[in-house]
Structure formats: structure tokens, C-alpha cells
């Protein structure tokens, strides 16, 4: 049974940065897509980023591309999410999702519907 839990979350002023990390348990990451999502009060969840099993392919949201950087460490079965530049818009509750390819895909889906796995969230918030 795949198990994700993040981690990380907490009260930012605007501009400042944050690292989310999420931890899988019952899962080599090596084969499959890793993927982070937010949902914002009376929003839908929206994708954040993706990153490919191989590793060498990631795509972003535009509102993210540029501040954040999504990575994993299939040894540590860790994802990781480096937020930077925070602004109020970017609060919200942060959802790992993991997602079988096989290993060496380059597949990056970033839709939620794409993902059967997720943690159970922890919470951004940016204020000043």
C-alpha cells in the first residue's frame, strides 16, 4: 500500500521561500511520476508541478514556473518542493501525488484526475 505524508508547511510572509517534502512509503519512485498540488479556499485543486520517473523531464503551472522547483530522491523515496518568492496567492492546502509509469518514462501529467495516490495535505499560508 503506497503511503504519502508531507511535510513542511507553515505561515510565510510574502517573499520569503519554503520547502515542502513528502514522504512515500510502499513505492520505488524510480518508476513513478511524482506531482505536487494546492487548493485554495472555494478553488478546485490545481496542479503545481510534475516530474517525470526518469527525472529528466518536470513541467510547472505558470503561476509557479520560475519560483519553484520540484525534485526527488528515489533512494530516500522523498519529493521535494522549493517555493520561492511566495506571494499571497500561492496559499493553500499542498497535495503529493504519485502516479505508476514504469521506470524511465518522461511522462509529466499535471492534471489531478491523473493521480489515484495522495497525501493528505499540509497547509501554506502567505501573509504578512
Known amino acids: 500500500q503506497v503511503q504519502l505524508v508531507e511535510s513542511g508547511g507553515g505561515l510565510v510572509q510574502p517573499g520569503e521561500s519554503l520547502t515542502l517534502s513528502c514522504t512515500v512509503s510502499?513505492?520505488?519512485?524510480?518508476?513513478?511520476?511524482v506531482a505536487w498540488f494546492r487548493q485554495a479556499p472555494g478553488k478546485e485543486r490545481e496542479g503545481v508541478s510534475s516530474?517525470?520517473?526518469?527525472?529528466?523531464?518536470?513541467r510547472y503551472a505558470d503561476s509557479t514556473r520560475g519560483r519553484f522547483t520540484i525534485s526527488k530522491d528515489n533512494d530516500k523515496s522523498t519529493v521535494l518542493l522549493q517555493m520561492n518568492n511566495l506571494t499571497a496567492e500561492d496559499t493553500g492546502i499542498y497535495y503529493c501525488?504519485?502516479?505508476?509509469?514504469?521506470?524511465?518514462?518522461?511522462?509529466?501529467?499535471?492534471?489531478?484526475?491523473?493521480?489515484?495516490?495522495w497525501g493528505q495535505g499540509t497547509q501554506v499560508t502567505v501573509s504578512s
Open positions: 501525488a504519485v502516479h505508476f509509469s514504469g521506470s524511465g518514462s518522461e511522462w509529466t501529467p499535471i492534471l489531478a484526475t491523473e493521480f489515484y495516490q
Open positions: 510502499g513505492a520505488n519512485l524510480a518508476y513513478y511520476v
Open positions: 516530474l517525470s520517473s526518469s527525472g529528466g523531464r518536470s
